[in-house]
Protein backbone atom coordinates (compact mmCIF):
# COMPACT_ATOMS: atom_id res chain seq x y z
CA UNK A 1 0.00 0.00 0.00
CA UNK A 2 1.06 3.42 -0.82
CA UNK A 3 -0.85 6.39 0.12
CA UNK A 4 1.81 8.37 -0.64
CA UNK A 5 2.77 8.38 -4.12
CA UNK A 6 5.65 11.32 -3.68
CA UNK A 7 7.66 9.03 -1.08
CA UNK A 8 11.66 9.61 -2.11
CA UNK A 9 10.96 11.90 -4.87
CA UNK A 10 13.44 14.37 -3.37
CA UNK A 11 16.43 14.10 -1.13
CA UNK A 12 15.48 13.41 2.44
CA UNK A 13 16.57 15.92 4.92
CA UNK A 14 16.95 15.19 8.68
CA UNK A 15 18.95 14.39 11.52
CA UNK A 16 20.54 11.40 12.60
CA UNK A 17 22.16 10.18 16.01
CA UNK A 18 25.16 8.24 14.97
CA UNK A 19 27.96 10.70 13.84
CA UNK A 20 27.54 12.29 17.30
CA UNK A 21 25.73 10.45 20.01
CA UNK A 22 26.02 6.51 18.57
CA UNK A 23 25.24 4.40 21.90
CA UNK A 24 24.15 7.39 23.72
CA UNK A 25 20.46 7.76 22.76
CA UNK A 26 17.31 7.92 24.46
CA UNK A 27 14.20 9.60 24.18
CA UNK A 28 14.76 13.00 25.19
CA UNK A 29 17.55 13.60 23.30
CA UNK A 30 15.36 12.68 20.19
CA UNK A 31 12.77 15.40 22.04
CA UNK A 32 15.16 17.55 22.41
CA UNK A 33 16.00 17.16 18.67
CA UNK A 34 12.37 17.65 17.11
CA UNK A 35 11.86 20.99 19.08
CA UNK A 36 14.73 22.37 17.85
CA UNK A 37 13.50 21.35 14.56
CA UNK A 38 10.74 23.63 15.11
CA UNK A 39 12.51 26.63 17.39
CA UNK A 40 15.70 26.85 15.33
CA UNK A 41 14.16 26.79 11.88
CA UNK A 42 15.27 23.35 10.37
CA UNK A 43 11.40 22.51 10.10
CA UNK A 44 10.17 25.69 8.30
CA UNK A 45 13.92 24.84 6.01
CA UNK A 46 12.48 21.86 5.30
CA UNK A 47 14.04 19.39 7.43
CA UNK A 48 11.42 16.30 8.26
CA UNK A 49 13.12 13.29 9.11
CA UNK A 50 14.45 12.84 12.95
CA UNK A 51 16.28 9.10 12.93
CA UNK A 52 17.55 6.83 15.19
CA UNK A 53 20.36 4.72 14.53
CA UNK A 54 21.54 1.73 15.79
CA UNK A 55 22.11 0.75 19.43
CA UNK A 56 18.51 1.66 20.38
CA UNK A 57 16.84 -1.97 20.94
CA UNK A 58 17.96 -4.67 24.13
CA UNK A 59 20.25 -7.35 22.69
CA UNK A 60 17.83 -10.03 22.34
CA UNK A 61 13.98 -10.31 20.84
CA UNK A 62 11.57 -11.38 23.42
CA UNK A 63 10.05 -14.80 23.65
CA UNK A 64 7.67 -13.66 20.13
CA UNK A 65 10.32 -12.76 18.33
CA UNK A 66 9.86 -9.06 18.50
CA UNK A 67 12.57 -6.40 18.42
CA UNK A 68 12.70 -4.43 21.76
CA UNK A 69 13.13 -0.86 22.38
CA UNK A 70 15.95 -0.67 25.24
CA UNK A 71 13.68 0.45 28.49
CA UNK A 72 16.24 2.80 29.95
CA UNK A 73 16.77 4.59 26.85
CA UNK A 74 13.41 4.82 25.99
CA UNK A 75 11.04 4.06 28.88
CA UNK A 76 7.99 5.66 26.82
CA UNK A 77 8.92 3.07 23.94
CA UNK A 78 8.71 3.88 20.37
CA UNK A 79 5.32 4.74 19.44
CA UNK A 80 4.87 7.82 22.21
CA UNK A 81 7.99 8.99 20.85
CA UNK A 82 6.67 8.73 17.06
CA UNK A 83 3.59 10.70 18.62
CA UNK A 84 5.86 12.97 20.37
CA UNK A 85 7.62 13.93 16.81
CA UNK A 86 4.18 14.11 14.49
CA UNK A 87 2.90 16.40 16.89
CA UNK A 88 5.45 19.05 15.69
CA UNK A 89 4.76 18.07 11.96
CA UNK A 90 7.64 15.92 11.80
CA UNK A 91 8.34 12.15 10.37
CA UNK A 92 10.04 9.42 12.66
CA UNK A 93 12.90 7.45 11.78
CA UNK A 94 14.63 4.27 12.88
CA UNK A 95 17.13 1.68 11.94
CA UNK A 96 17.93 -1.95 11.52
CA UNK A 97 20.11 -4.51 9.51
CA UNK A 98 20.29 -6.85 6.80
CA UNK A 99 22.07 -9.26 8.78
CA UNK A 100 21.46 -11.20 11.73
CA UNK A 101 23.24 -8.48 13.80
CA UNK A 102 23.24 -4.66 13.23
CA UNK A 103 27.08 -3.40 13.01
CA UNK A 104 27.28 -2.64 16.85
CA UNK A 105 25.83 -6.12 17.68
CA UNK A 106 22.03 -5.64 18.31
CA UNK A 107 19.85 -8.09 17.04
CA UNK A 108 19.04 -7.33 12.69
CA UNK A 109 16.11 -8.48 10.47
CA UNK A 110 17.18 -11.70 8.47
CA UNK A 111 14.39 -13.65 8.71
CA UNK A 112 12.13 -11.64 10.54
CA UNK A 113 11.97 -9.23 7.94
CA UNK A 114 8.08 -8.96 7.46
CA UNK A 115 7.69 -8.94 11.29
CA UNK A 116 9.75 -6.31 11.59
CA UNK A 117 7.87 -4.00 9.01
CA UNK A 118 4.73 -4.72 10.83
CA UNK A 119 6.45 -3.78 13.87
CA UNK A 120 7.56 -0.39 12.68
CA UNK A 121 4.32 0.21 11.15
CA UNK A 122 2.52 -0.57 14.73
CA UNK A 123 4.93 2.26 16.09
CA UNK A 124 4.04 5.11 13.06
CA UNK A 125 7.54 4.74 12.31
CA UNK A 126 8.29 6.52 9.02
CA UNK A 127 11.62 6.06 7.47
CA UNK A 128 13.92 2.84 7.86
CA UNK A 129 17.75 2.96 7.57
CA UNK A 130 18.66 -0.46 6.63
CA UNK A 131 22.79 -1.51 7.34
CA UNK A 132 24.70 -4.17 5.68
CA UNK A 133 26.44 -5.69 8.86
CA UNK A 134 26.10 -9.60 9.78
CA UNK A 135 25.21 -10.51 6.51
CA UNK A 136 24.98 -14.45 5.71
CA UNK A 137 27.40 -14.86 2.87
CA UNK A 138 25.71 -17.32 0.89
CA UNK A 139 22.76 -14.80 0.56
CA UNK A 140 23.07 -12.08 -1.52
CA UNK A 141 22.28 -8.09 -0.12
CA UNK A 142 20.34 -7.16 -3.15
CA UNK A 143 17.99 -10.40 -2.23
CA UNK A 144 17.50 -8.94 1.42
CA UNK A 145 16.94 -5.45 0.08
CA UNK A 146 14.39 -6.63 -1.99
CA UNK A 147 12.90 -8.65 0.70
CA UNK A 148 12.60 -5.55 3.21
CA UNK A 149 11.23 -2.77 0.49
CA UNK A 150 8.56 -5.60 -0.50
CA UNK A 151 8.03 -5.91 3.63
CA UNK A 152 8.00 -2.09 3.66
CA UNK A 153 5.75 -1.22 0.51
CA UNK A 154 2.93 -4.08 2.52
CA UNK A 155 3.39 -3.22 6.03
CA UNK A 156 0.54 -0.77 5.94
CA UNK A 157 2.35 2.69 6.51
CA UNK A 158 4.53 4.38 4.38
CA UNK A 159 8.02 4.33 5.04
CA UNK A 160 11.09 5.54 3.26
CA UNK A 161 13.26 2.91 2.77
CA UNK A 162 17.17 3.90 2.94
CA UNK A 163 19.70 1.33 1.91
CA UNK A 164 22.89 1.52 3.33
CA UNK A 165 25.36 -1.04 1.85
CA UNK A 166 28.78 1.59 2.13
CA UNK A 167 28.62 0.94 -2.19
CA UNK A 168 29.18 -2.59 -1.91
CA UNK A 169 28.38 -4.69 -4.80
CA UNK A 170 27.95 -2.54 -7.20
CA UNK A 171 24.87 -1.48 -5.70
CA UNK A 172 23.85 1.27 -7.70
CA UNK A 173 23.27 -1.40 -10.28
CA UNK A 174 20.64 -2.83 -8.68
CA UNK A 175 19.56 -0.76 -5.66
CA UNK A 176 16.77 0.96 -7.88
CA UNK A 177 14.60 -1.57 -8.68
CA UNK A 178 14.36 -3.27 -4.88
CA UNK A 179 12.49 -0.50 -4.27
CA UNK A 180 14.80 1.76 -1.68
CA UNK A 181 14.56 5.23 -1.98
CA UNK A 182 17.76 6.05 -0.93
CA UNK A 183 21.16 4.05 -0.96
CA UNK A 184 24.56 4.65 0.36
CA UNK A 185 27.14 4.66 -1.49
CA UNK A 186 30.01 4.89 0.35
CA UNK A 187 31.73 3.65 3.28
CA UNK A 188 31.14 5.78 6.91
CA UNK A 189 32.04 9.53 7.11
CA UNK A 190 34.68 10.96 9.28
CA UNK A 191 34.61 14.19 10.84
CA UNK A 192 37.82 14.92 8.65
CA UNK A 193 38.37 17.02 5.50
CA UNK A 194 40.06 14.13 4.35
CA UNK A 195 36.78 11.72 4.61
CA UNK A 196 34.70 14.37 3.09
CA UNK A 197 36.81 14.86 0.14
CA UNK A 198 37.57 11.28 -0.69
CA UNK A 199 33.74 10.78 -0.45
CA UNK A 200 32.87 13.19 -2.73
CA UNK A 201 35.68 12.72 -5.18
CA UNK A 202 34.86 8.29 -5.12
CA UNK A 203 31.12 9.64 -6.36
CA UNK A 204 32.22 12.44 -8.97
CA UNK A 205 31.55 9.89 -11.83
CA UNK A 206 28.12 8.51 -10.87
CA UNK A 207 25.88 11.38 -11.51
CA UNK A 208 23.52 8.92 -13.66
CA UNK A 209 23.19 6.62 -10.77
CA UNK A 210 21.07 9.09 -8.34
CA UNK A 211 17.90 10.95 -9.21
CA UNK A 212 14.16 11.06 -7.80
CA UNK A 213 12.93 8.37 -6.15
CA UNK A 214 16.29 6.40 -5.51
CA UNK A 215 18.98 9.01 -4.11
CA UNK A 216 22.42 8.45 -3.81
CA UNK A 217 23.19 8.31 -0.11
CA UNK A 218 26.85 10.04 0.13
CA UNK A 219 26.44 9.62 4.11
CA UNK A 220 25.59 11.84 6.78
CA UNK A 221 26.39 15.44 7.00
CA UNK A 222 29.57 16.21 9.58
CA UNK A 223 28.70 20.27 9.44
CA UNK A 224 29.55 21.72 12.67
CA UNK A 225 30.65 18.15 14.73
CA UNK A 226 34.04 20.13 15.34
CA UNK A 227 35.58 16.73 15.69
CA UNK A 228 32.68 16.43 19.19
CA UNK A 229 31.42 13.02 18.33
CA UNK A 230 31.71 10.23 20.93
CA UNK A 231 32.37 7.88 18.14
CA UNK A 232 35.72 7.18 19.05
CA UNK A 233 36.19 3.20 18.72
CA UNK A 234 39.51 4.02 18.33
CA UNK A 235 39.84 5.33 21.93
CA UNK A 236 40.01 9.19 21.21
CA UNK A 237 38.52 11.86 19.56
CA UNK A 238 39.39 12.61 16.00
CA UNK A 239 38.69 14.83 13.75
CA UNK A 240 36.78 18.24 13.11
CA UNK A 241 36.73 20.75 10.24
CA UNK A 242 37.34 24.31 9.59
CA UNK A 243 33.82 26.58 9.00
CA UNK A 244 35.08 26.56 4.82
CA UNK A 245 35.61 22.92 4.91
CA UNK A 246 31.64 22.31 6.21
CA UNK A 247 30.66 24.40 3.61
CA UNK A 248 32.25 23.08 1.08
CA UNK A 249 31.15 19.40 2.15
CA UNK A 250 27.33 20.81 2.65
CA UNK A 251 28.06 22.25 -1.29
CA UNK A 252 29.02 19.14 -2.02
CA UNK A 253 26.12 16.96 -0.95
CA UNK A 254 23.45 19.36 -2.31
CA UNK A 255 25.01 19.69 -5.32
CA UNK A 256 25.20 16.23 -6.34
CA UNK A 257 21.79 15.49 -4.76
CA UNK A 258 22.59 13.64 -1.65
CA UNK A 259 19.85 13.37 0.99
CA UNK A 260 21.03 15.71 3.64
CA UNK A 261 20.64 13.96 7.20
CA UNK A 262 22.15 16.60 9.84
CA UNK A 263 24.74 14.78 11.97
CA UNK A 264 25.82 17.29 14.66
CA UNK A 265 24.16 18.43 17.92
CA UNK A 266 21.85 21.20 16.56
CA UNK A 267 21.22 21.68 20.72
CA UNK A 268 24.55 23.51 20.52
CA UNK A 269 25.44 24.53 16.79
CA UNK A 270 26.72 27.58 16.39
CA UNK A 271 26.05 30.65 14.12
CA UNK A 272 27.92 29.45 11.22
CA UNK A 273 26.81 26.05 11.48
CA UNK A 274 22.93 27.23 11.01
CA UNK A 275 23.89 29.67 8.18
CA UNK A 276 25.63 26.60 6.64
CA UNK A 277 22.37 24.10 7.31
CA UNK A 278 19.62 26.35 6.78
CA UNK A 279 21.16 27.94 3.10
CA UNK A 280 18.10 28.23 1.30
CA UNK A 281 19.46 28.53 -2.00
CA UNK A 282 21.75 25.26 -1.58
CA UNK A 283 18.95 23.65 -0.14
CA UNK A 284 16.31 24.54 -3.33
CA UNK A 285 19.41 23.35 -5.48
CA UNK A 286 19.05 19.73 -3.39
CA UNK A 287 15.51 19.78 -3.58
CA UNK A 288 15.05 20.48 -6.92
CA UNK A 289 12.00 19.27 -8.53
CA UNK A 290 13.55 17.21 -11.13
CA UNK A 291 16.23 15.34 -9.32
CA UNK A 292 19.21 15.52 -11.53
CA UNK A 293 22.65 14.38 -10.87
CA UNK A 294 25.31 16.81 -11.26
CA UNK A 295 27.61 16.65 -14.37
CA UNK A 296 31.80 17.57 -13.72
CA UNK A 297 33.46 20.36 -15.90
CA UNK A 298 37.37 19.49 -16.23
CA UNK A 299 39.55 22.83 -15.90
CA UNK A 300 41.55 23.22 -19.37
CA UNK A 301 44.28 21.38 -19.07
CA UNK A 302 46.77 22.71 -17.31
CA UNK A 303 49.76 21.52 -15.59
CA UNK A 304 48.92 22.99 -12.19
CA UNK A 305 45.42 21.33 -12.25
CA UNK A 306 45.10 18.20 -10.46
CA UNK A 307 41.42 15.85 -9.98
CA UNK A 308 40.35 18.03 -6.80
CA UNK A 309 39.82 20.95 -9.08
CA UNK A 310 36.73 20.73 -10.59
CA UNK A 311 33.03 21.94 -12.11
CA UNK A 312 30.14 20.60 -11.07
CA UNK A 313 26.81 21.51 -12.98
CA UNK A 314 22.79 20.79 -12.14
CA UNK A 315 20.39 21.04 -14.48
CA UNK A 316 17.26 22.77 -12.84
CA UNK A 317 14.10 22.36 -13.90
CA UNK A 318 13.31 26.14 -14.49
CA UNK A 319 16.06 26.67 -16.68
CA UNK A 320 18.85 27.67 -14.19
CA UNK A 321 21.92 25.78 -13.96
CA UNK A 322 23.47 25.48 -10.18
CA UNK A 323 27.43 25.78 -10.98
CA UNK A 324 30.09 24.78 -8.08
CA UNK A 325 33.43 25.85 -8.69
CA UNK A 326 35.41 23.39 -6.25
CA UNK A 327 38.58 23.83 -4.72
CA UNK A 328 39.63 20.60 -3.15
CA UNK A 329 43.25 21.21 -3.49
CA UNK A 330 45.53 22.51 -0.95
CA UNK A 331 46.24 25.74 -2.76
CA UNK A 332 44.26 28.72 -4.09
CA UNK A 333 43.04 27.78 -8.03
CA UNK A 334 41.48 30.18 -10.90
CA UNK A 335 38.95 27.77 -11.75
CA UNK A 336 38.09 28.94 -15.60
CA UNK A 337 34.62 27.80 -16.95
CA UNK A 338 33.86 28.12 -20.62
CA UNK A 339 30.58 28.49 -21.76
CA UNK A 340 30.67 26.39 -24.46
CA UNK A 341 30.73 23.63 -22.11
CA UNK A 342 27.07 24.43 -20.77
CA UNK A 343 26.03 24.40 -23.98
CA UNK A 344 25.65 28.12 -24.46
CA UNK A 345 28.06 29.24 -27.11
CA UNK A 346 29.12 32.70 -27.68
CA UNK A 347 27.36 32.59 -31.08
CA UNK A 348 23.78 32.05 -29.15
CA UNK A 349 23.71 35.54 -27.63
CA UNK A 350 22.99 34.71 -24.38
CA UNK A 351 24.67 35.17 -21.66
CA UNK A 352 24.66 34.10 -18.09
CA UNK A 353 23.41 36.46 -14.80
CA UNK A 354 25.21 34.57 -11.93
CA UNK A 355 24.07 34.65 -8.48
CA UNK A 356 26.30 33.65 -5.12
CA UNK A 357 24.44 31.44 -3.03
CA UNK A 358 26.71 31.72 0.01
CA UNK A 359 27.45 35.58 -0.19
CA UNK A 360 23.62 36.24 -1.13
CA UNK A 361 24.18 38.67 -4.00
CA UNK A 362 24.07 39.05 -7.48
CA UNK A 363 27.82 38.78 -8.87
CA UNK A 364 26.31 40.36 -12.86
CA UNK A 365 25.95 39.39 -16.03
CA UNK A 366 28.93 37.10 -18.13
CA UNK A 367 29.50 36.70 -21.14
CA UNK A 368 31.30 33.58 -22.85
CA UNK A 369 33.18 32.45 -19.25
CA UNK A 370 33.63 33.07 -15.97
CA UNK A 371 37.39 32.61 -14.07
CA UNK A 372 36.49 32.50 -10.12
CA UNK A 373 39.40 32.24 -7.93
CA UNK A 374 38.83 30.15 -5.34
CA UNK A 375 40.81 29.55 -2.29
CA UNK A 376 41.60 26.23 -1.08
CA UNK A 377 39.49 23.71 0.55
CA UNK A 378 36.73 26.21 -0.79
CA UNK A 379 34.46 26.46 -3.44
CA UNK A 380 31.92 28.86 -4.97
CA UNK A 381 28.13 27.96 -5.51
CA UNK A 382 26.25 30.12 -8.02
CA UNK A 383 22.73 30.32 -9.26
CA UNK A 384 22.65 30.80 -13.19
CA UNK A 385 20.13 32.39 -15.90
CA UNK A 386 20.34 32.11 -19.12
CA UNK A 387 19.70 35.97 -20.36
CA UNK A 388 20.00 38.01 -23.38
C1 LIG B 1 27.37 1.36 9.83
C2 LIG B 1 26.68 2.49 9.07
C3 LIG B 1 26.70 3.75 9.91
C4 LIG B 1 25.99 3.50 11.23
C5 LIG B 1 26.64 2.32 11.94
C6 LIG B 1 25.85 1.88 13.16
O1 LIG B 1 28.73 1.61 9.99
O2 LIG B 1 27.30 2.71 7.82
O3 LIG B 1 26.08 4.81 9.21
O4 LIG B 1 24.64 3.24 10.99
O5 LIG B 1 26.76 1.18 11.10
O6 LIG B 1 26.43 0.80 13.80
Known sequence: ??????????????????????????EQLIRDVADRFVSEGYKDA??????????????????????????EKFPSGMRALADYIHDKGLKFGMYSCVGTHTCAGYPGSFEHEFQDAKQLAEWHVDFLKYDYCFKPRQIS?????????????????????SACNWGEDNVYQWIR??????????GDIQDSWESIKNLALSQLDKACYTGS??????????????????????????????????KTHFSLWSMMGSPLMIGCDIRDANQVTKDILLNQ?????????????AYRIKPEPQWFHTGDVFMLVKVLSDGDLAIGFFNLSDSQR???????DLGLPYASGFSLELFDCWA???????????????????CLIVRAKVVK
Open 334 to 340: EISLQFW
Open 281 to 293: ELLKINQDYEGRG
Open 213 to 246: FCHNDMDMLVVGMYGGSNNNFIGHKIGGCTDNEY
Open 46 to 71: GYTYIVIDDCWSLKERDSDGNLVPDP
Open 360 to 378: HKNLGKFTERFNPVVPEHD
Open 177 to 186: ESGAHMYRST
Open 141 to 161: GELLYKRMSLALKNCGRDILF
Open 1 to 26: MTQDHLLGLKPALGWNSWNTFTWDIN
